[in-house]
C-alpha cells in the first residue's frame, strides 16, 4: 500500500509562515506528480502549488510569490513553504499524488489526510 502523510499545520496570524510536509511511503516506484490541494469551509477544493511530471511547478495565482514548494526526491517528500499568510488561505491542506506502485500496473492518484492551516487576522 501506498500512504500520504501530512505534517505542519496549525494556527498563525496573518503576515506569519508556516511550512507543510508530505512523505509518501509504501511499495513506490515512482512518483508522476505531487503537491498540494486546499478545501476551505463551503469552497471546492483547489490546486495550490505541485510538480508536474516533468518537474516544472505549477501554482494558484492568489499564491504566487508567496508559497513555495519543494521536494526530497531521496525521501519521497514535498515541501509547501507559506509565507505572508492571509486570512483567505485558512483551509485544510491536501497533499496529493500520482503514484507508479511497484509491480502495478498504472499510475494510481493518493491523497493524505489533510492538515488544518488557520490564518487570524
Known amino acids: 500500500q501506498v500512504q500520504l502523510v501530512e505534517s505542519g499545520g496549525g494556527l498563525v496570524q496573518a503576515g506569519g509562515s508556516l511550512r507543510l510536509s508530505c512523505a509518501a511511503s509504501?511499495?513506490?516506484?515512482?512518483?508522476?506528480?505531487m503537491g498540494w490541494y486546499r478545501q476551505a469551509p463551503g469552497k471546492q477544493r483547489e490546486l495550490v502549488a505541485a510538480?508536474?511530471?516533468?518537474?516544472?511547478?505549477n501554482y494558484a495565482d492568489s499564491v504566487k510569490g508567496r508559497f513555495t514548494i519543494s521536494r526530497d526526491n531521496a525521501k519521497n517528500t514535498v515541501y509547501l513553504q507559506m509565507n505572508s499568510l492571509k486570512p483567505e488561505d485558512t483551509a485544510v491542506y491536501y497533499c496529493n499524488a500520482l503514484i507508479q506502485k511497484t509491480g502495478w500496473y498504472g499510475p494510481d492518484e493518493y491523497w493524505g489526510q489533510g492538515t488544518q492551516v488557520t490564518v487570524s487576522s
Open positions: 510538480f508536474t511530471r516533468g518537474g516544472s511547478t
Open positions: 509504501g511499495s513506490i516506484f515512482s512518483i508522476n506528480t
